[in-house]
């Protein structure tokens, strides 16, 4: 009779530490999928602050720049054909374009 209550309560064990084992490994499952959609999620999120920094920032800036750019440019070209103008004796512009220079020399910063 002992033996039998000893038989019984190990099936009694068995079947409950196999049921916390499965609970175990469920859980874990669920920790595990948990993590994985944080990490979507964080993509996600990190995807849309670069295309919000673009949209709002990185865009902007590099439309300015473009502007800037083009303005030089013509700016550079108006410099280079000053001394092609028949007033450049007289020019005001030329003038404050060389007191500009001679400043920016002395300065070096």
Same mark, same amino acid.
């Given at each position: 009779?002992?033996? #039998?209550?000893?038989?019984?309560?190990?099936? #009694?064990?068995?079947?409950?530490?196999?049921?916390? #084992?499965?609970?175990? =490994? =469920?859980?874990?499952?669920?920790?595990?999928?948990? !993590?994985?959609?944080?990490?979507? !999620?964080?993509?996600?999120?990190?995807?849309?602050?670069? *295309?919000?920094? !673009?949209?709002?920032?990185?865009?902007?800036?590099?439309?300015?720049?473009?502007? #800037? =750019?083009?303005?030089?440019?013509?700016?550079?070209?108006?410099?280079? =054909?000053?001394?092609?103008?028949?007033?450049? *004796?007289?020019?005001?512009?030329?003038?404050?374009?060389? !007191?500009?220079?001679?400043? *920016?020399?002395? *300065?070096?910063?």
């Amino acid at each position: 009779m002992n033996n #039998l209550w000893n038989i019984i309560l190990s099936v #009694l064990t068995l079947v409950a530490g196999g049921g916390w #084992l499965f609970d175990r =490994r =469920r859980h874990r499952q669920e920790v595990e999928s948990l !993590k994985a959609d944080n990490r979507q !999620k964080d993509m996600n999120l990190s995807k849309m602050y670069v *295309d919000e920094f !673009k949209e709002n920032i990185a865009d902007p800036l590099r439309r300015e720049v473009r502007e #800037l =750019r083009t303005e030089v440019n013509h700016l550079r070209n108006a410099i280079q =054909r000053i001394n092609d103008c028949p007033h450049s *004796d007289a020019c005001p512009v030329i003038s404050e374009l060389q !007191k500009q220079q001679g400043r *920016d020399a002395a *300065d070096p910063q």
